[in-house]
């Protein structure tokens, strides 16, 4: 069975000082993976997506990035934090593409920047 | 651009009762629709998907149907339970796109 772990689970961060985020997929070799932000009680803001390692491409510009240095790990960073980027982030992978396939999600991070 | 609208942000129930929770969208591609429900500080997880028009799809009493000439997804359930209570997003997959995107969401609380 495929299991997705998210880290940390929850971080408490400064405003201007760096972060990094993992997930890493186990079961499934070469699934497609994603980032996922939601404010509290908002809805889900695709932020990334990655079809093989590697490859990543960004939906919307959050002065975040993202990378797949392995098949099955996906790193959200980034160098200097903002108010803004306080939420729940989560990792999340398909099989395939998505108008087929279920998208899994990991259990998230919840950060808060002050 | 292509979108999904969820009118309703929260919506109040007694339980035993039906609910419908509504879902429009706006897409130029071949549209996939698909229902989530996230419950209090839990992931999100799949409750319905459908691309085929008029055909009713169903899964732990819930059900929808994707209507094409309007563009609606409309999720319901005859007898809503306390155990319901979550917020439901609705999300449209661009034609085999590698994006899914989530309407604004719909808190559903269910009392006794």
């Known amino acids: 069975a495929q299991t997705i772990h998210q880290w940390p689970v929850a971080e408490i961060k400064a405003v201007g000082s760096p972060l990094s985020l993992g997930c890493t997929i186990k079961?499934?070799?070469?699934?497609?993976l994603y980032w996922y932000w939601q404010a509290t009680g908002g809805t889900l803001q695709q932020l990334f997506y990655?079809?093989?390692?590697?490859?990543v491409e960004s939906v919307v510009q959050l002065n975040l990035s993202a990378s797949r240095p392995k098949d099955d790990q996906f790193i959200l960073s980034t160098e200097k934090l903002l108010l803004s980027h306080s939420g729940f982030y989560l990792c999340?992978?398909?099989?395939?593409?998505?108008?087929?396939?279920?998208?899994?999600f990991g259990s998230g991070t919840r950060l808060t920047v002050l | 651009g292509d979108s999904v609208t969820q009118t309703e942000g929260l919506v109040t129930l007694t339980k035993g009762l039906p609910v419908m929770l509504n879902c429009t969208y706006q897409t130029t591609y071949s549209p996939f629709l698909f229902w989530y429900v996230q419950h209090l500080n839990e992931a999100p997880k799949l409750l319905l998907k459908s691309s085929t028009d008029n055909k009713r799809t169903e899964h732990q009493g819930f059900y929808a149907t994707l209507h094409k000439s309007s563009s609606s997804f409309h999720l319901q359930k005859s007898s809503v339970q306390l155990s319901d209570s979550a917020l439901y997003f609705c999300a449209l997959n661009q034609g085999g796109s590698a994006k899914l995107i989530f309407g604004e969401g719909t808190k559903l609380t269910v009392s006794s």
């Open positions: 999340a992978w398909s099989l395939g593409i998505l108008s087929a396939e279920t998208l899994y």
């Open positions: 079961g499934k070799s070469s699934p497609n």
């Open positions: 990655s079809i093989t390692v590697g490859q």
